[in-house]
Each structure stands twice: as C-alpha cells, then as structure tokens.
C-alpha cells in the first residue's frame, strides 16, 4: 500500500482519479496548484485507488496524506 503525500502547501486544483480506478505508474492522482503553477500528483507504482483525502478546492499541507493506492 502506498501514501501519496503532499511535497509543498498548495491547493487542491483538480481530482483525476476516483476510489476504485485502477492506474498504472505514473499516472496522475490530482494536480495541486501553487504560485499559479500546476502540479500533477503522480503514482510511482501501479496500483487501485483506495482513497482519496481530500477535495478541490482543499488547501493541503507539505506532508498531508492525499490519497491511498495499493
């Protein structure tokens, strides 16, 4: 099971991925926006989504968990 956590504060932009979608690696899971940059949230490993914690719109925090993929 992998945590895919947060690397800096920023914004949730957008949500690409819904619990139960299968990704391969290095697929997005969301992309954060910070400095008006957009961030894509990648997967390292193939893997089904188990959750996403949070929602656009949300701001997160350098380390906040974003979503679970096994």
Do not use: C, F, H, Y
């Not at 690409?16 to 899971?29: F, I, K, N, Q, Y």
């Not at 926006?33 to 996403?52: A, N």
């Amino acid at each position: 099971m992998a945590e895919i956590r947060a690397e800096l504060v920023a914004n949730v932009w957008k949500v690409t991925a819904s619990s139960g979608a299968t990704l391969r690696a290095g697929e997005p899971v969301l992309i954060l926006e910070s400095m008006k940059m957009e961030i894509p949230v990648l997967t390292e490993d193939p893997g089904i989504v188990r959750s996403i914690r949070v929602a656009e719109g949300d701001v997160v925090q350098e380390g906040e968990l974003l979503a679970v993929v096994e």
